[in-house]
């Protein structure tokens, strides 16, 4: 490449560089360094009316957990403030106070105490104790979790930063979701389920600590004044101490995604190897089911048995499917093991099921073929009170039928709708009347094609 070559590509980068320097840069509306650092000391105070705000933000959450509403659980994030004390938490930590983080701190763990007691003081009186799915998903919380944390906190803090204030930060107190883990470790307490409450809660600690991290990130960025430690030993021990909380927060769920990674692996490999390995002409698949903890996919069949060589063959290759350290257990129609009465209710569910399904197929097709026969109906003109007209202008017309329809061309396009008119006249009709009767028509009918078959 000639030195030409070089300077002309070197050109290009810089100004491509350039460009998106431009285009991405976050310093044209931010906010003076005064405004920020006032703004996130504001959103750290919690007291009077924060407070009560979180109680009935924590009791509206529990009750959308409770009875399953995802509606009901965003409004009450959409109102927390959560996430004031927990972004002061990295404010300080990236300009060196001391003072606001302890500040922090305390609000925080203010807050989450009060939320722990006001939900586990909702889920102590109600009625309804069976764990929901929202509740449910806040128990087990995995690497994803932290990846939301870190850049729904990098957007949160951008947006405190800017000098228009925008609905950046109610989305992102609904995507980290820290509410609702404080809620289901309410529940957890509540009901006696331990799980519950320690892996709701590590999925708020992992909010928070990674919210803080953005945080301390992008001030470290956008660099406004630092405190300085009089003891930099001490600087450096507080730097450490970061570290080695964010490894000890993130390393659990990192573990924890990868168990549910390998999990759902198996199951859709498991599901291959059922569908493709596990079909016979004249025996019939009952039951199946797929356990990724002790790896066992248990079938049970009914119909022609099949020996004890063709399950071997076919756990052979369970190989190919990349699950070969699976257990395939196998229960068949002579099988001491099968449960007959399960299996007869499993067998009337499917029925029934299936029957539901197609009644209410049925029912959308009769609903879909009323609602076009309606539609048809409404677009036809009145006939009836148009020949009851025609006849009084004149009074030799017998019948008059009329009828709304498109037209096709014989390629397959549409070309119009027509108003087809056919009259039965006891005398003939001039063709001077018959264009009179057209125009009538279009006008009665406000149709702009109109198409007259007369008959004697």
Request: hydrophobic share 45%; glycine share 4%; proline share 3%.
């Amino acid at each position: 490449m000639s030195n030409k070559e070089i300077h002309s590509t070197r050109t290009i980068v810089k100004q491509i560089r350039n460009m998106l320097a431009i285009n991405f840069s976050v310093r044209d509306d931010q906010a003076s360094y005064a405004e920020i650092d006032t703004n996130i000391r504001d959103m750290v105070e919690f007291k009077g009316t924060n407070l009560w705000v979180l109680m009935l933000a924590m009791i509206i959450a529990s009750i959308g957990l409770n009875v399953n509403s995802t509606a009901v659980i965003i409004g009450a994030m959409l109102i927390s403030p959560l996430m004031g004390p927990i972004m002061g938490i990295g404010y300080g930590v990236g300009i060196n106070d001391f003072e606001l983080i302890k500040k922090s701190f305390k609000s925080i763990s203010l807050a989450v105490l009060i939320s722990l007691i006001s939900a586990t003081l909702y889920f102590l009186i109600s009625p309804l104790s069976e764990a929901s799915s929202e509740l449910l998903s806040r128990t087990t919380p995995t690497l994803w979790d932290v990846l939301i944390a870190l850049f729904g906190g990098l957007a949160g803090i951008l947006a405190t930063t800017r000098k228009e204030k925008s609905n950046v930060i109610p989305g992102v107190a609904i995507a980290t979701a820290l509410m609702p883990p404080l809620c289901t470790a309410g529940y957890g307490l509540a009901t006696g389920h331990f799980s519950f409450f320690f892996g709701a809660f590590y999925l708020f600690f992992i909010n928070m600590v990674f919210i803080s991290l953005a945080t301390v990130l992008f001030i470290g960025y956008i660099n406004p004044p630092h405190k300085r430690f009089v003891d930099t030993a001490f600087e450096r021990r507080v730097r450490n101490y970061i570290v080695v909380l964010v490894l000890v927060t993130v390393l659990p769920s990192i573990y924890l995604a990868y168990n549910m990674v390998t999990d759902v692996a198996f199951n859709s490999r498991a599901k291959d190897f059922i569908k493709n390995e596990l079909a016979f002409d004249n025996t019939l698949t009952t039951q199946e089911k797929i356990s990724p903890d002790t790896r066992e996919i248990e079938i049970t069949f009914v119909g022609d048995e099949i020996t004890k060589e063709q399950i071997s063959s076919i756990e052979k290759r369970l190989k190919s499917y990349k699950i070969e350290n699976a257990k395939l257990v196998v229960h068949q129609s002579g099988d001491k093991k099968i449960n007959l009465a399960t299996l007869k209710t499993s067998l009337l569910s499917d029925l029934y099921s299936t029957s539901v399904k197609s009644s209410e197929e049925k029912d959308k097709h009769i609903q879909l073929l009323e609602a076009e026969l309606a539609q048809f109906k409404a677009a036809q003109p009145d006939t009836k009170s148009i020949a009851q007209e025609l006849r009084t202008q004149y009074p030799q017309l017998l019948r008059v039928a009329l009828v709304k329809t498109p037209v096709w061309e014989t390629d397959g396009s549409k070309a119009d709708n027509f108003l087809i008119a056919y009259i039965v006249a006891g005398s003939p009709i001039t063709s001077a009347d018959q264009r009179k009767i057209i125009a009538w028509l279009k006008v009665r009918t406000r149709m702009e094609q109109v198409r007259l078959l007369v008959s004697k």
